[in-house]
């Protein structure tokens, strides 16, 4: 999955210029919206399903691991297939695992006293992990805007290359979870099962919406929307391992991570494939000119004397 992160990645950075990036660092305001809804609405949402659907403390708590994470690299990839805004893409990504260092530290304490305690250990950040994974994310993308500002035909190559590399990759994972955590799908609740279901919909319609309420178009909408819904799973993952002791605990623990990736990238697939259908029948109909005929008309009396004069 490390070489498939990294291909990506360099992929995406071959498809955004120095510029874009530069723009967005000039004009933040995408990359503030973003920041807000990953780090004060999505772990709101987190902790308002686990209370409506009257989760176990656990598997509570694992949607809360999820919800309080950063961004994962896979939001990227998305992105590029909607349309969106990638290179606002990258800067949220970077950004959210920037202020992950802070960020998930309050809201799990924020959130999660309600089942964990004050009283109980404290949550252990993975922040080694936190470090890698922005590694992985700007790293091959600064090498992939320098093969761009160079070389914009390779980096063409490269993009195309990294597409379908993402496309096996979110094959692989899909089947390699499913195949490894079968049980999970067993011993799930349905209220779970739905929890995992709605918290990256309901994430990507409260990010999109206060994107367009904050005057931002579909496309920064669109980018917005995907970045706060597909949280960095590995991240969540190492928060259980590290602060929970017990096989057991681990494993109610980790069914919701399991179920949100699953969903996560199903959601996404579909979403991708309505918008490519609709961009592909819908709006290019809309996007083309008006068709106007043009009718004969018979000639008046004095402009049929001055044709035979």
Not at 102 to 118: I, K
Not at 147 to 174: M, P, Q
Request: aromatic share 12%; proline share 4%; hydrophobic share 50%.
């Amino acid at each position: 999955m490390a070489c498939n992160t990294v291909t990506l990645m360099l992929g995406m950075g071959a498809a955004i210029s120095v510029v874009d990036l530069w723009h967005h660092t000039k004009r933040p305001i995408g990359a503030v919206i973003g920041m807000v809804s990953q780090f004060l609405v999505l772990p709101a949402i987190g902790f308002c399903l686990s209370m409506g659907f009257k989760l176990r403390p656990y598997e509570a708590l694992g949607v809360l691991m999820i919800s309080c994470s950063p961004g994962g690299s896979f939001s990227n990839f998305f992105t590029f297939w909607v349309d969106g805004d990638l290179a606002l893409s990258i800067m949220m990504t970077v950004c959210s695992s920037l202020l992950a260092f802070g960020g998930m530290p309050f809201n799990l304490w924020l959130y999660g006293r309600y089942w964990h305690g004050d009283d109980e250990n404290s949550f252990t950040i993975p922040f080694g992990n936190i470090v890698t994974s922005l590694v992985f994310v700007s790293g091959p993308v600064v090498v992939g805007m320098a093969v761009r500002h160079y070389r914009k035909r390779a980096a063409e190559i490269i993009t195309k290359v990294a597409s379908l590399v993402g496309w096996l990759g979110v094959i692989a994972g899909v089947v390699i979870w499913s195949i490894l955590y079968w049980q999970v799908f067993v011993t799930a609740t349905p209220l779970l099962y739905l929890a995992a279901i709605l918290l990256p919909l309901v994430g990507f319609i409260f990010a999109f919406t206060l994107a367009k309420l904050a005057c931002q178009n579909n496309k920064i909408g669109r980018t917005i929307g995907v970045e706060t819904s597909s949280q960095n799973i590995s991240v969540a993952a190492s928060i259980i391992l590290l602060s929970f002791q017990g096989t057991e605990v681990k494993g109610e623990l980790i069914l919701f991570p399991t179920l949100y990736g699953v969903f996560l990238i199903s959601e996404a697939v579909l979403g991708i494939l309505a918008f490519q259908l609709y961009k592909r029948f819908y709006k290019k109909d809309k996007d083309q000119p008006p068709m106007h005929t043009a009718r004969l008309e018979s000639a008046t009396p004095a402009e049929k004397e001055t044709l035979r004069v």
